[in-house]
Nanobody, 128 residues
Framework: QGQLVESGGGSVQTGGSLRLSCLVS????????MAWFRQGPGLEREAVAS????????NYADSVKGRFTISRDNAKNTVYLEIDSLKGEDAAMYYC?????????????????????WGQGTQVTVSS
């Protein structure tokens, strides 16, 4: 049984930075789109960033463009989310997600696609 395990969450001051990691095991990592979602208190879950199998293309929600950077290391089966210039509205549970993309088509990794594999989440708290 494969799994996705996030880490790196914590409490950071406004304006600070944080790097989240997601280690994937039990799946052929290079055949999956990867994405990060978040869900704040009382809010719906939203997709914030996604990345194609090889990492050649990334996608971002408008609300995080310029501050969030998604990347992956296929040798380590790990996807990352670098968060800079943290704002209060970034406080949320952050989830790593994956969807199969055996044909390696970039459009299949878009933010509006259905992601089927999920981690348990890592909490990000922002203090002023």
């Amino acid at each position: 049984q494969g799994q996705l395990v996030e880490s790196g969450g914590g409490s950071v001051q406004t304006g600070g930075s944080l790097r989240l990691s997601c280690l994937v095991s039990g799946y052929k990592f290079t055949e999956y789109c990867m994405a990060w979602f978040r869900q704040g208190p009382g809010l719906e879950r939203e997709a914030v960033a996604s990345i194609t199998n090889s990492g050649r293309k990334t996608n971002y929600a408008d609300s995080v463009k310029g501050r969030f950077t998604i990347s992956r290391d296929n040798a380590k089966n790990t996807v990352y989310l670098e968060i800079d210039s943290l704002k209060g509205e970034d406080a949320a549970m952050y989830y790593c997600a994956a969807r199969p993309n055996v044909v390696d088509q970039d459009w299949l990794c878009d933010l509006d696609r259905t992601y089927t594999l999920w981690g348990q989440g890592t909490q990000v708290t922002v203090s002023s």
